[in-house]
């Protein structure tokens, strides 16, 4: 009798403990250019990896160095070139790394506003110098990418003094949305979502650029199976409708470095 009670408490014990980790969450942090993907994703991945997820975001480089710091995490869903930085720095497990979307720069207005023309670059140029302001995130991966294109333009002086910069995509399309800036200049998965704000469309051809975005899982991750789950899951066709719902592009090449 003695035994038996030890076998059934053995095994309530190990029960509780694979129920325990079956609810604890795998720990993310995101970049905001896919916050809207994960976001429309996180039922799906949580009952395809049968764990709960708790995720954080901000830009990639504000994750970068909580990463560098020391923050603890599972998996990291940053821009390409910030998981390459981390994997080389010890801080992502360099063979959990995927390509897994990329994402190209966009204008957009106040909801209800009329659209300015953007097909051309020399339209583009017009609508620029023509607005009374405009934003973008000053810590965002496409801000360099702007700044070049206004370069190419010969508008950056021109620019500076209607230029409003705020930390953060979300914090650039309230200005746009409650009247302070008329335009933004950011990426489209960023546009698309914001409440107040609507997409023109995206820079012309010979402007634009794509930034990736990629997913790697922590060296240090106590869930590592579930984390690898994770990945497995976001660099799969399985998320490709979400993508392009959201204004993003599967990776040209999902494969692993």
Sequence with gaps: MAMKKRSLGL?????AVQLAAQNTPVHVLASNGVRAVIEDLQKQAEQTIKRPLQIEYDTSSVVKKRIEDGAAFDVAILTSDVIDDLAKAAKIDPGSRMD?????????????????????????????????????????????????MFDKFGITDAMKAKTVSEQGSERSNARVADGSAEMILTLVSEILPAPGVQLVGSLPNDVQHYVGFAVGTSKNSKNTDAAKALTKFLSSPAVEGTLKA????AAPARVSR
């Design 100 to 148: 897994i979307a990329r994402c190209g720069i966009g204008v957009g207005v106040r909801a209800g506003a009329a659209k300015p023309d953007i097909k051309t670059s020399a339209a583009l140029k017009k609508a620029l110098l023509g607005s009374k302001s405009i934003t973008y995130a000053e810590n965002g991966a496409s801000r360099k990418y702007i700044l070049q």
């Design 246 to 249: 959201k204004g993003m592009q």
């Design 11 to 15: 095994a309530l014990l190990l029960t």
